[in-house]
């Protein structure tokens, strides 16, 4: 039995190394998309376009305005006296965020009075305001001048204390999500494709008069494309780590693990969706809707599993990206150990374990 699965194994490593255009898309294209959405794809917000309306002219106010233009986001456009300019600049776009400092406020500072600054947001996106709304909480907080006197004269001075990602950065966060949603997409549609090649080509006929068992037809076919994404996940990790700073604090055997787990489940899934599609295209549409949309939107790769309706949290149960985000996020960020993921790598044990036996007894009806 062994014998056969490695000749089956064998013979697929051969026609991979024939077929450039599918060993191009199981090796190079998750690094080049990891390229193209890691870059494009963020929650952080630079040069947001700043307009200053200082009524008070004093030192105190433009210690306050360079808080704002020192801190990184925010490009200063326009700075006076005159709050009906605001208008002109939010109607065309020139201005996404204008400060207003009322007159007196180094006064007050000075003088220990309740301060209060005016910030004035374009809403027409909430998500992008949002975001900058936190951002003047946070420089506002700095050159407060409540915590100017709780530092002076209090005992205590609330800090916060951020562990994993000090700085909040979204790559961190971003990036081991379009790892696991592109090894899906790849390794789903791969596999897919190529199994229908043959049905297209017509060798899947000549491998049905052979005494190969579906089983050993199946290791025989999925072990090449583990090897092969396998090398490219390896990759696309070096490469979050060498340009989006996301280094692995846990256990690199913990983390390969984890990883042939949960391809060994997209890998089996391809399998199946080839024992139901005749053509390559129906291949194709089948494995990037059944691998790219529940990954996208199921997994918690954006959008945070415990604000979903409760029907739909069911649903991602049957998600593996779910699993394997949990574990990787959770290998990358915190360095944990197998004593707080083994349940994902159960999880994906039973999802490979489905899959492949679904496509075992199809292949099985096939032959």
């Not at 939010?90 to 009075?113: C, M, N, S």
């Not at 990036?175 to 080509?201: C, D, H, Y």
């Amino acid at each position: 039995m062994i014998r056969r699965t490695l000749a089956i194994a064998i013979k697929e490593l051969l026609q991979l190394r024939r077929d450039l255009r599918t060993s191009l898309t199981l090796l190079g294209m998750p690094m080049v998309l990891l390229l193209i959405y890691g870059y494009a794809l963020s929650f952080d917000i630079h040069h947001i376009r700043l307009a200053v309306v200082d009524h008070d002219g004093g030192r105190a106010a433009r210690d306050v305005r360079a808080a704002f233009l020192d801190s990184g986001y925010f490009d200063l456009v326009a700075h006076g006296r005159d709050e009906r300019v605001l208008d002109g600049l939010f109607d065309t776009g020139k201005a996404q965020a204008a400060l207003v400092i009322p007159e007196g406020y180094g006064a007050d500072l000075a003088a220990g009075r309740e301060i209060t600054l005016q910030f004035v947001l374009d809403g027409a996106d909430a998500q992008t305001a949002t975001t900058i709304l936190g951002y003047a909480r946070q420089i506002v907080a700095s050159v407060s001048p409540v915590l100017h006197r709780a530092a002076r004269e209090g005992p205590v001075l609330a800090r916060p204390l951020i562990w994993y990602n000090p700085d909040l950065s979204s790559s961190r966060f971003l990036v081991p999500g379009l790892v696991a949603f592109i090894l899906m997409v790849t390794s789903v549609i791969a596999t897919a494709l190529a199994v229908v090649r043959e049905k297209e080509r017509g060798t899947m006929e000549s491998l049905r008069a052979t005494p190969l068992l579906a089983l050993e037809l199946l290791v025989g076919k999925t072990l090449p494309y583990l090897l092969v994404a396998s090398v490219s996940a390896a990759g696309s990790l070096f490469l979050a780590w060498a340009l989006f700073d996301v280094p692995v604090r846990g256990s690199l055997f913990s983390l390969a693990l984890i990883t042939l787990l949960y391809l060994a489940g997209g890998l089996g899934w391809g399998v199946f969706i080839s024992t139901l599609a005749d053509t390559q295209q129906v291949a194709f549409q089948m494995g990037l809707l059944s691998s790219m949309l529940p990954t996208l939107l199921l997994s918690g790769f954006i959008f945070p599993i415990s604000s979903m309706p409760v029907p739909v949290q069911v649903i991602t149960h049957i998600v593996p990206a779910r699993y394997f985000l949990v574990a990787l996020r959770g290998i990358v960020l915190k360095g944990t150990g197998p004593e707080v993921w083994w349940p994902q790598a159960v999880a994906l044990i039973v999802y490979g374990g489905v899959v492949l036996a679904a496509a075992t007894v199809r292949t099985v009806r096939s032959l």
